[in-house]
């Protein structure tokens, strides 16, 4: 299956056929800071339950910022996956692995805007924030596919052309 698509240059998704794993629609429009008008949809972010390593699979919000990664909506990812990081408290473990999936998806915004520096140094922070890391998996996300595209973003000062995280036990 494929997902969407964005080259170095390009301003919004393609979107192609998508795994989708949430009921909520996706946005109209990638939004960009200074380009586009902010989204006023802030549901993503009200009354958000912290997310946990064995009972991530109920949360609409997490499965929510993955459909949103992966179509190439990346602020809209980050906004989500920040509700859920400040439900965990902003610090400790979880907090940080969340706080990983943010930095990879604000990557992905910097590219968008063609800010090849902001995308290194917020792929270079995901890469920190994994390293204590053990696991394989967190909240059904392979962090070896988010260490690796988080790798390319920081060496290449670009995302790769497809990024897609699959949710999986």
């Known amino acids: 299956l494929d997902c969407c698509r964005l080259t170095r240059h390009s301003k919004q ?30 549901s993503a972010a009200t009354g958000v339950a912290p997310l946990s390593s064995d009972g991530w699979q109920a ?20 906004e989500a996956w920040e509700a859920l990081w400040i439900a965990a408290g902003r610090r400790g473990p979880e907090a940080d692995c969340l ?4 930095k ?10 063609g800010r090849d520096a902001g995308v290194r140094r917020h792929a270079a922070r995901c890469l920190d924030l994994l ?7 967190r909240y059904g996300i392979s962090l070896d596919a988010v260490r ?22």
Request: some cysteine; glycine content about 6%.
């Open 131 to 137: 390293e204590p890391c053990a696991e394989q998996r």
């Open 59 to 78: 949360s609409e919000t997490h499965r929510y910022a993955v459909d949103l990664f992966n179509a190439g909506f990346w602020w809209e990812a980050h």
């Open 104 to 113: 990879l998806a604000a990557a992905g915004v910097k590219q968008r805007e």
């Open 99 to 102: 706080k990983a999936f943010i």
């Open 148 to 169: 690796g595209f988080a790798r390319h973003a920081a060496t290449l000062g670009h995302t790769p052309e497809v990024m897609r995280l699959t949710l999986a036990d």
């Open 13 to 42: 998704p393609t979107m192609a056929a998508t795994v989708r794993y949430s009921s909520r629609p996706l946005p109209a429009y990638a939004h960009t800071p200074g380009k586009t008008r902010r989204p006023t949809d802030e």
